[in-house]
């Protein structure tokens, strides 16, 4: 039989998409239900293309794809026997079998990296990897903003999280809040996680499988001009008050009478508003390395960043390159890490390349003659509900004067230093995850 280019493709799209497809709830099914899935997309493909022609698909052309597509359904089989470390091991063997862009090794490099979290990140790892399949793409990545729709509104996809929408409202005009959610939808404890300036909703997909882990529906929003939500058609109106006015209507919404908050950066100012508001439903707060006063230089040097950022990128790598720059404060991320933050940074622009996710509008408030020191310490004194408050190190946003203040007045929060990074920790790594998740616990 002739092996033709588009066969290969064919196969790594079909092989790719089924794995993703199959969702896990528990460390051994996780692995168990991967092989079952790995299984049936071999005797599909062998029924339908023929031997032959998978084993040269799935080894790239190198004639050793069809043992070591066996071998790898075996490995995973016998991971699902054991537990993460297992699953550890078991992705440096499928990173070994597998030759260079072939859908295993994206595979094991990402099981490899996250293996030590939760199994529903590793989920989502999973989605973005068969995704990538599913699009067409076999030797590089997609921006996952281009397969949402077909793969994760799907019908048949048992997702680790759930897609929603509601609807704000600016200047006689409505706008769609889009966010994700985590967890039962039934669950009694609701915890909202809202993003910095630049950033979308999918920055929590560490901490928010985590949380949902321990019993809580997780809710994270794309703030109003971000990711998946609307934009205003007046820019003069991104701010804190539209901010605040959107995250009220959600909380609504849910259909909860309160929650718990969690916000990186302008994030958590926007908390801080909704805490401070009589009659408030926020039950707890987290604020990740925010507070009531905003020196002036790193406001703009924020402003800055947004203001000159590039309307587009010719490539994924390009605009990694840049994000790894203007954010390297998040502190030491891993390359899986880097990646997803970018991923989910970006959208196609139509022309070939990828263009920032947000608004250009929201940038208005940071132009020349805009800003200034900001004082919130009436807010701030408002607040009566418990505060948990982390700092990056050596953050120039939240002074270490400021955070110590913020211990001694209002709320009285419980501060937490986080060592190694600035503005803002990323909350991706595991001993930042135990923080937030520890302190939600402990206050219940």
Known sequence: MTVTKEAPEKAH????????????????????RIAEAAEGAVQMLESSMGRSEIGHAASGGTGRGWSSLRGITQQV????????????????????????????AIQAAYLREQSKRSTRQIIDLHHAAGGAMLGGETRSWVSPWTRATSLEESPAVDRPFRRRRTRGLSQGRFHEIAYVEWGEPDASEVVVCVHGLT?????????????????????????????????????????????????????????????????????GMIGMALAAAEGTPIRRLVVNDIG???????????????????????????AEARLRRIHAPFGPLTEAQWRHLTEHSIVPDGSGGFRPHYDPGIGNAFRPGRVYDVSLW???????????????ETSELLLAETAAEMTCRGPRARLVTIPGCGHAPALLDEDQIRIVTDWLGSTR
């Not at 089924?18 to 168990?32: G, I, M, P, V």
């Not at 009436?378 to 990056?392: H, K």
């Open 13 to 32: 799209r079909a092989l790719g998409g089924r794995l993703a497809l199959q969702q896990l709830r528990a460390t051994r099914s996780a692995y168990r």
């Open 77 to 104: 089989m016998i991971a699902s026997d054991t537990n993460l470390k297992a699953g550890f091991d078991c992705a440096e063997r499928l990173l070994q079998a597998s030759g260079p862009g072939e859908f295993f």
């Open 199 to 267: 950033r979308q909703g999918r920055d929590f997909d560490a901490l928010a499988p985590a949380l949902a882990a321990r019993g809580y529906r997780v809710v994270c929003p794309d703030i109003v001009g971000r990711g998946h939500s609307g934009w205003l058609k007046d820019p003069e109106a991104y701010g804190l008050p539209q901010y605040a006015s959107d995250m009220a209507l959600l909380i609504a919404h849910l259909g909860v009478e309160q929650v718990d908050w969690v916000g990186t950066s302008m994030g």
């Open 292 to 318: 009531p006063f905003l020196p002036h230089a790193p406001v703009r040097a924020i402003g800055n960043n947004l203001l000159e950022a590039p309307a587009r990128y010719a490539s994924l790598e390009e």
């Open 378 to 392: 009436e807010t701030w004194d408002a607040i009566t509900c418990p505060v948990l408050l982390l700092r990056g």
